[in-house]
């Protein structure tokens, strides 16, 4: 942002010229005022304009023109090409963790409370009764986040440590990743991953071609095509890179990984070549070889990648709970500021009335308990100890420890479709020929059919042989004769075995390295070496059930595909045209002909929406073996039916193209008119709509069951959550498992990553890690709804623990003449935040009010959390007026029953208080965990035991007698028993929801 300097000051601020003789004329002093205010704003424009450059170091991106091998000959200075996920560095992490504490007004307010301790009119107690939990707490912290950005370091330093060739005029040198410069040749091997963008220009494959593995950037397990620069790829070495003169024209940086313009253009050759470049010349960073050895020419590095622009910063996520803890803290803070107002205008502003003030405010200031923070954390570190040690859901990792609350408060849910929904491994399941339809249970049959040759295909086969140059329509004159069902068979297996993309690859025997993968090394042809790449996980899938029916792919270039049947005669087609499947089109096909009889035939195949108008009408058509695959519409639909996301019966809106604020709005009306129906958009649509009616658009989706969005960008994934918390105020979770989704998961208010096919791009930036899409509803309705509940009593109770102490505190200033002298010092202050109640306290963390079983099975539980009623002013209130009835009940009655030593109000109050919020602990409990016991057994013990040695606080003989127990039982039951009778009656007449579920 720009950094704005105000010149007012400057202006208005005459002290300068107190100085000048007063014999000066008025005229003089305001030339010499103009003069001086005028370089004034000559100096503070030009240092705004320094600060600006100093502070502003983004610059503009532009086109560039890149000399392959010549990083020196680059006209500007590029970024270094190494990734950093710190958040802070050795200078600025102290700095941003204490301001990430102290932004928020509990902590500021504990800071501040603790720092006036140091002035001795202000002191009201021990300097460690304050600065040890302040202490503590800060400690706690600072080490939880050096931990963390070391492990960020850590990985980091990994990634960008890898070593990779680069080649130089005097041959291969192995360079850092966070070395490499624009303009670098590097070499990229089999399953390495390619380091920074950069544009394709030689391959070891014969081909020119090879695939690469994208799922890091795009989040698409298929592999992507990619072909080399013509005119490098001809040149017979790898050394002519450099006896040539050649440059590359690239675009400047964008968002967008699914477009590039470029050219190519060789100087050196008569006339100069120029090659324009496409998305298919370039081999983006973050994605990996799937095949060959390639060589590129850096283009883009670091943070100018695709890869990097397309990831947004992660924001350090606070929870809902705490906002609101922290609401309710500066509601106590008034309550505080209002409370030591009113005892020194009783007291009657008498001597320093200001120093007064501030000693009651110190006096008070228990009102804000600074255990609540200690409490809340250390329930967050059991909360996700208790996470991972769930064993339904094992492999859970909890990434973040300061949002497991959010986990019970998510009311929109964001999930990637694939993989995350689906796993992406395609089998084939069915063939359906006409009237025949063979199974799982009956592929054996069509083993059988193509182990025996086809009557019609021996005669064509025999005729064609008796002929040396056999005639191009061997069958033209033929009668037409119903197909065997053999025959049939033989066709359909063919047809699926010819009509792809699929490459079969076989490992070099040769070692990987240096110029072995330029030359011919030896290749074992073995089944057993053979694996298949192709752009989509369907096409494979295809061809391993044909291999796995007899017909093998054996072999494949970019003009002829050879297939051996099950007796092992190798057949040979040669590719006459191909045509690749668009989103347009729908379909593919390819014409082959066949080199044994010169057959010329076209396949094709493709979506149900395409090839339902072309194919012979069959009355079983609409009800089958349709195949929807990449990211579209269709596919998107039935993924949301088959998930239940929107129920078979449920009305889908599907909603058409637009391109512009015209069509957009008129689209926006016709699905305004639509009631309980589920949305179904595009990207494309979704930007526009988003530019220019956004708050429209936000509002219908919120009003659906159901919001699909196909063909999403990554940043549009992250837009979509933060439109959601932008118009909703709610609370959003995103759940993915590849790199596309990693904006989007950082973006959410809670976000789940899933460790699957993708890599662990997602696990790794996600709040909380799971290693199956099902784990992801006990992490909500149980984990998040216990840890929610838990951590909203615990921090009430905490608070009534230090609203008890305070309510004495101020029932003993009144009675005392308002007196501004605490009623419990030292280490009582310390122990009854301890010791004495800290382990009872700490151990609702335990509480759960109905069993896991019960939580799965009924969602209603999870959607009552949504409405936060668990910690709500409703709910403070209460707790309020309990801890006001409490505190001036004790006081009181230890005053009333005191007969002459102040020393035994002391005893009698202070025991009776430790009493009370033991019992009070066990009214709060809903399920009693043996834990639970052994605190409140283990925290009266510590009590009862210490008290031997706090002769400073207590008269030890008079704490041994029947009327001291017999005193602090009856104030104890006073203060307690009228709330346990009216907790029996509000249980009895309006039970909680969740009792009728355990009755």
């Known amino acids: 942002m720009p950094l704005m300097m105000s010149e007012e000051g400057f202006e208005n601020d005459e002290s300068d010229y107190h100085t000048l003789p007063r014999a000066r004329t008025a005229r003089r002093r305001r030339g010499l005022e103009r003069f001086v205010c005028g370089g004034w704003k000559l100096l503070c424009t030009s240092c705004c304009d320094w600060l600006v450059n100093i502070c502003q170091r983004k610059r503009e991106l532009k086109a560039r023109t890149v000399w392959l091998g010549c990083p020196e000959k680059c006209e500007e200075k590029h970024p270094r090409n190494s990734i950093k996920n710190q958040k802070y560095n050795i200078f600025t992490f102290i700095p941003g963790v204490l301001y990430e504490q102290f932004k928020f007004f509990l902590n500021l307010y504990f800071l501040v409370v603790s720092c006036s301790q140091f002035v001795p009119a202000l002191k009201i107690g021990y300097l460690y009764t304050y600065w040890a939990p302040l202490g503590f707490v800060l400690a706690v912290t600072i080490m939880r986040e050096a931990i963390d950005e070391f492990r960020r370091f850590q990985r980091d330093k990994e990634v960008n440590s890898q070593l990779y060739s680069k080649l130089t005029v005097r041959g291969k040198v192995q360079v850092k990743s966070s070395d490499i410069q624009v303009g670098d040749l590097i070499i990229v091997e089999k399953n390495q991953r390619i380091p920074s963008d950069m544009v394709f220009l030689r391959t070891s494959e014969k081909a020119g071609s090879c695939f690469i593995r994208t799922d890091?950037?795009?989040?698409?397990?298929?592999?992507?095509?990619?072909?080399?620069?013509?005119?490098?790829?001809?040149?017979?070495?790898?050394?002519?890179?450099?006896?040539?003169?050649?440059?590359?024209?690239?675009?400047?940086?964008?968002?967008?990984?699914?477009?590039?313009?470029?050219?190519?253009?060789?100087?050196?050759?008569?006339?100069?070549?120029?090659?324009?470049?496409?998305?298919?010349?370039?081999?983006?960073?973050?994605?990996?070889?799937?095949?060959?050895?390639?060589?590129?020419?850096?283009?883009?590095?670091?943070?100018?990648?695709?890869s990097v622009m397309n990831t947004s910063n992660p924001k350090n996520k606070v929870g809902l709970l705490d906002l609101e803890l922290n609401q309710l803290t500066k509601a106590l803070f008034v309550a505080l500021v209002?409370?030591?107002?009113?005892?020194?205008?009783?007291?009657?502003?008498?001597?320093?009335?200001?120093?007064?003030?501030?000693?009651?405010?110190?006096?008070?200031?228990?009102?804000?308990?600074?255990?609540?923070?200690?409490?809340?954390?250390?329930?967050?570190?059991?909360?996700?100890?208790m996470i991972m040690k769930d064993e339904s859901i094992p492999g859970t990792v909890v990434r973040t420890s300061t949002i497991p609350e959010e986990l019970g408060r998510l009311v929109y849910l964001l999930t990637d479709k694939t993989g995350t929904l689906t796993q992406n491994e395609m089998v084939f399941k069915r063939l359906h020929l006409g009237t025949v339809s063979y199974g799982a249970d009956t592929m054996d049959e069509i083993q059988g059919h193509l182990r025996n040759p086809c009557p019609q295909m021996q005669s064509q086969a025999g005729g064609n042989n008796a002929s040396s140059t056999p005639p191009r329509k061997a069958q033209s004159s033929a009668p037409k004769v119903r197909k065997s069902v053999s025959s049939r068979v033989h066709e359909a297996v063919k047809a699926i075995a010819l009509c792809h993309n699929v490459s079969p690859v076989y490992e070099s025997r040769a070692g990987v390295g240096g110029e072995a993968e330029y030359a011919e090394a030896d290749q074992d042809f073995s089944d057993g070496n053979r694996t298949y790449q192709a752009a989509s996980p369907d096409e494979v899938a295809l061809v391993q059930w044909t291999e796995s029916v007899g017909l093998t792919l054996v072999s494949r270039d970019l003009g002829s595909v050879q297939l051996r049947t099950p007796s092992g005669q190798i057949q040979t087609y040669c590719i006459l045209q191909m045509f690749p499947f668009t989103s347009e089109s729908k379909r593919m096909g390819v014409i082959v002909r066949d080199e044994s009889t010169a057959e010329i035939t076209f396949y094709m195949k493709g979506a149900d929406v395409a090839m339902s108008s072309i194919v012979q009408y069959n009355d079983w058509l609409e009800e089958e073996i349709w195949m929807l695959t990449g990211d579209k519409l269709e596919t998107a639909t039935c993924i949301a039916k088959s998930s239940h996301l929107v129920s078979r019966t449920q009305d889908i809106h599907i909603f058409r193209p637009v391109t512009n604020r015209g069509e957009a709005h008129l689209e926006l009306n016709a699905f305004r008119r639509?009631?309980?129906?589920?949305?179904?958009?595009?990207?494309?649509?979704?930007?526009?709509?988003?530019?220019?009616?956004?708050?429209?658009?936000?509002?219908?989706a919120c009003q659906c069951p159901a919001v699909v969005c196909c063909r999403c960008s990554p940043t549009q994934k992250a837009r979509i959550a933060k439109l959601l918390q932008h118009h909703t105020g709610k609370r959003t979770c995103a759940v993915g498992d590849g790199g596309n989704d990693v904006s989007m998961i950082q973006a959410a208010d809670c976000g789940i990553g899933i460790e699957g096919k993708e890599g662990r791009q997602a696990s790794l930036a996600a709040d909380f890690s799971v290693t199956q899409f099902r784990h992801i509803g006990r992490l909500l309705m149980v984990h998040g709804r216990s840890s929610y509940k838990r951590s909203a009593a615990l921090g009430q109770f905490v608070m009534h623990r230090g609203l008890i102490i305070s309510t004495m505190q101020a029932v003993f200033s009144s009675v005392f003449y308002f007196a501004s002298v605490p009623l419990y010092q030292g280490f009582l202050m310390v122990g009854y935040a301890t010791i004495y109640t800290m382990f009872p306290v700490f151990s609702l963390v335990l509480d759960q009010d109905v069993k896991p079983e019960t939580a799965m099975l009924y969602p209603e539980l999870y959607k009552d959390l949504t409405k936060g009623r668990s910690l709500s002013f409703k709910t403070f209130l209460v707790w309020v007026l309990i801890s006001i009835y409490q505190g001036g009940i004790l006081m009181y009655g230890a005053l009333l029953l005191f007969e002459s030593e102040f020393v035994h109000v002391l005893a009698i109050s202070f025991t009776a208080l430790i009493l009370t919020e033991l019992l009070m602990v066990a009214l709060t409990i809903r399920t009693w965990h043996w834990l639970m016991a052994v605190a409140e057994v283990l925290s009266l013990g510590c009590y009862v035991a210490s008290l031997a040695f706090l002769n400073e606080y207590f008269d030890v003989a008079f704490i041994t007698t029947v009327t001291f127990v017999w005193k602090v039982s009856a104030i104890t039951m006073v203060s307690c028993l009228p709330l346990y009778v009216l907790k029996y009656l509000k249980r009895k007449l309006s039970p909680p929801s969740y009792t009728k579920l355990t009755s």
Request: aromatic letters at 12%; one cysteine or more; charged letters at 20%.
């Open 216 to 306: 890091q950037l795009d989040g698409e397990t298929d592999w992507k095509l990619k072909v080399a620069v013509s005119c490098t790829q001809r040149l017979p070495a790898l050394g002519d890179l450099f006896s040539i003169s050649a440059y590359v024209y690239a675009q400047k940086p964008q968002l967008d990984i699914h477009s590039f313009e470029g050219t190519f253009t060789r100087e050196d050759s008569d006339p100069p070549i120029h090659e324009s470049l496409s998305i298919e010349n370039t081999l983006w960073a973050n994605t990996i070889v799937a095949s060959g050895t390639v060589i590129g020419v850096v283009i883009y590095t670091g943070k100018e990648t695709r």
């Open 338 to 385: 209002a409370l030591s107002v009113v005892m020194v205008t009783l007291q009657g502003f008498v001597g320093p009335w200001y120093r007064s003030l501030f000693r009651f405010l110190l006096l008070f200031s228990y009102i804000i308990p600074i255990s609540l923070r200690v409490n809340l954390d250390m329930g967050k570190a059991a909360y996700g100890w």
């Open 674 to 700: 639509k009631h309980d129906c589920a949305l179904v958009i595009s990207g494309d649509s979704l930007e526009v709509c988003l530019k220019y009616y956004e708050h429209e658009l936000a509002e219908l």
